[in-house]
């Protein structure tokens, strides 16, 4: 297994365009998490999936995101209408049922809108 | 909500030198890791501790619940060390809301 990954790796997009990332849990890993983050800041929760269910989403995250896990396997995260705020690393992580388990992350995706 | 709060926020060491970070939180939780991002931005978990005391090598870690603090230990250290460590937390009935403190950077001098 490889770990997490994430795909693109970089992303500059215009402003009022729409982005879709993509993350590649480890096999065995059937909770999926996707977070955020801007320089020199800690990492901020997004939303997170148990199998294929969308089971908590933050209150921060406006109507513009939106979050899929089908088939409880990889995820995407679209960005539709992206903002020059939405310019910021996004990070996914997995880990195994149960909360005894550490996450593990992906290298991100950095996101530009220009 | 919860508040998470590291301390020192930065910190500068000779190689070889020992360190603790400190993380407090403002309510009992459920979940407590410590991660360290290294200086090319990928965040590696170092500890599972919602309580008690783990060890990994040169480094462990304690969390004392009833007190609402944690403490990562770092000994021997070297400039592979340098980037900077989150601690982050949930709490109530979250599972998968981690609450990231807003970290230690750590610069590890040769």
């Not at chain 1, 995101?65 to 409880?72: D, I």
């Not at chain 2, 969390?63 to 230990?73: D, F, G, Q, W």
Request: proline share 4%; aromatic share 12%.
């Amino acid at each position: 297994d490889t770990g997490v990954s994430q795909n693109p790796r970089h992303k500059i997009t215009k402003r009022g365009q729409n982005v879709t990332f993509r993350c590649d849990p480890i096999s065995e890993h059937n909770r999926l998490y996707w977070y955020r983050q801007t320089l020199g800041q800690g990492p901020e929760f997004l939303t997170y999936f148990q199998n294929e269910a969308q089971l908590e989403k933050s209150r921060l995250l406006s109507d513009r995101f939106s979050a899929e896990r089908p088939k409880g396997s990889f995820s995407t995260l679209e960005i539709q209408r992206t903002e020059q705020g939405d310019s910021a690393m996004y990070l996914c992580a997995s880990s195994a049922l149960g909360v005894a388990y550490g996450y593990t992350f992906g290298s991100g995706t950095r996101l530009t809108v220009v | 909500g919860i508040q998470v709060e590291q301390s020192p926020p930065d910190l500068i060491l000779q190689e070889g030198a020992n360190s603790t970070l400190r993380c407090n939180f403002s309510d009992s939780v459920n979940n407590l890791q410590w991660f360290h991002q290294n200086p090319w931005g990928q965040l590696i978990n170092l500890f599972y501790i919602p309580s008690g005391t783990k060890q990994n090598g040169r480094l462990s870690a304690t969390t004392v619940a009833t007190e609402r603090y944690s403490l990562l230990y770092i000994s021997s250290s070297q400039t592979t060390d340098s980037g900077v460590y989150f601690c982050a937390v949930a709490y109530g009935g979250s599972q998968g809301n981690l609450i990231f403190g807003k970290g230690t950077k750590l610069s590890v001098k040769p």
